[in-house]
């Protein structure tokens, strides 16, 4: 791989770990929030993140992958 596609390889993976660790805050924020005790939608959105942060921390991991070749 060349020297400029490794960088922007890097340049994604920053940005997409950026990502899931904001959802990860917010998820954690919500729910330490004292409405989440009462917002059962809130708990069905937490979920979503969840799932949407597994298959984030996949292609990050996967993309690591490939920029170490």
């Avoid at 920053?14 to 805050?25: D, V």
């Avoid at 708990?43 to 992958?65: G, N, P, Q």
């Amino acid at each position: 791989m060349r020297k400029n596609e490794r960088m922007a390889l890097n340049e994604i993976v920053e940005s997409l770990n950026e990502i899931h660790n904001n959802l990860e805050k917010e998820k954690d924020s919500s729910l330490n929030s004292d409405e989440y005790l009462f917002d059962y939608y809130l708990s069905d959105l937490v979920e979503v993140v969840d799932d949407e942060m597994f298959k984030l921390k996949k292609v990050i991991k996967r993309l690591t992958e490939l920029n170490g070749k």
